[in-house]
């Protein structure tokens, strides 16, 4: 596995910020001190963001096996979570469909739900 010193342009690393969702992205530049990722530099030796607010400050790390696919699956997971959130599910009238939609969901969540 590389290190940071070892990543070059066009590598992918995993950025990970405050909200916890780790995203990939591919290196733009290296320097001799920094690597620069979307457009932010990122210290060559820690991975942490150069400057910026130290309450929003990510970093950067290399990915493991395997790991770029679970970050994009949990993107897709909480792009459709959040469109579902927003889906006005009180003006659904037809209980057909609403009960094939429950059964495409997982026990564990049809366990929390009274009739």
Same mark, same amino acid.
């Given at each position: 596995?590389?290190? &940071?010193?070892?990543?070059?342009?066009? $590598?992918?690393?995993?950025?990970? /910020?405050?909200?916890?969702?780790?995203?990939?992205?591919?290196?733009?530049?290296?320097?001799?001190?920094? =690597?620069?990722?979307?457009?932010?530099?990122?210290?060559?030796?820690?991975?942490?963001?150069?400057?910026? /607010?130290?309450?929003? &400050?990510?970093?950067?790390?290399?990915?493991?096996?395997?790991? =770029?696919?679970?970050?994009?699956?949990?993107?897709?997971?909480?792009?459709?979570?959040?469109?579902?959130?927003?889906?006005?599910? /009180?003006?659904?009238? /037809?209980?057909?469909?609403?009960?094939?939609?429950?059964? &495409?969901?997982?026990?564990?969540?049809?366990? $929390?739900?009274?009739?």
């Amino acid at each position: 596995m590389k290190t &940071l010193l070892e990543l070059k342009s066009g $590598d992918t690393v995993i950025i990970h /910020n405050r909200d916890y969702l780790d995203r990939p992205k591919e290196i733009e530049r290296i320097t001799k001190t920094q =690597i620069v990722v979307a457009g932010v530099k990122y210290r060559r030796n820690s991975g942490q963001q150069v400057s910026g /607010n130290s309450y929003y &400050l990510a970093s950067i790390r290399v990915p493991k096996e395997g790991e =770029i696919e679970e970050c994009f699956a949990t993107i897709r997971l909480h792009k459709a979570k959040a469109y579902l959130s927003q889906y006005p599910w /009180n003006k659904m009238n /037809n209980i057909e469909l609403l009960e094939k939609i429950k059964a &495409l969901l997982p026990a564990s969540a049809q366990a $929390d739900s009274k009739p």
